[in-house]
């Protein structure tokens, strides 16, 4: 069972960055992409970055685009999402999730959007405000 466990969150100005990290673990861990996904109460999850394994190609929703890089170290079966130049806007519990077949990571890459597939972590939560 794949488990994913996200950690980098906090308080943070506007203007600041935070790198967050999402570590994947668990007996056949072998998945085609990983998804960052944020959400604030009352509104549905939305993606923001994704990026393919077998590609190595990344995906950014305009909203984000140029302020957030999502990278991996797959030695360490780890990925990360550096956030610079923080918005208010950008608050919200911020989630990893793994798909594990071709079809659901082209949903959810090129799309950003949420498919049944994903395997989700806990989250972790990004506040930011002076």
């Known amino acids: 069972q794949v488990q994913l466990v996200e950690s980098g969150g906090g308080l943070v100005q506007p203007g600041g960055s935070l790198r967050l990290s999402c570590a994947a673990s668990?007996?056949?861990?072998?998945?085609?992409?990983i998804g960052w996904f944020r959400q604030t109460p009352g509104k549905e999850r939305e993606g923001v970055s994704c990026?393919?394994?077998?590609?190595?190609?990344?995906n950014y929703a305009d909203s984000v685009a140029g302020r957030f890089t999502i990278s991996r170290d797959n030695a360490k079966n780890t990925e990360y999402l550096q956030i610079d130049s923080l918005k208010p806007e950008d608050t919200a519990d911020y989630y990893c999730?793994?798909?594990?077949?071709?079809?659901?990571?082209?949903?959810?890459?090129?799309?950003?959007?949420?498919?049944?597939?994903?395997?989700w972590g806990k989250g972790t939560p990004v506040t930011v405000s002076s």
């Open positions: 999730g793994e798909v594990p077949d071709a079809r659901s990571s082209q949903a959810m890459c090129v799309g950003l959007r949420v498919v049944d597939t994903i395997v």
């Open positions: 668990g007996f056949g861990f072998d998945y085609y992409a």
């Open positions: 990026i393919d394994n077998n590609k190595g190609e990344t």
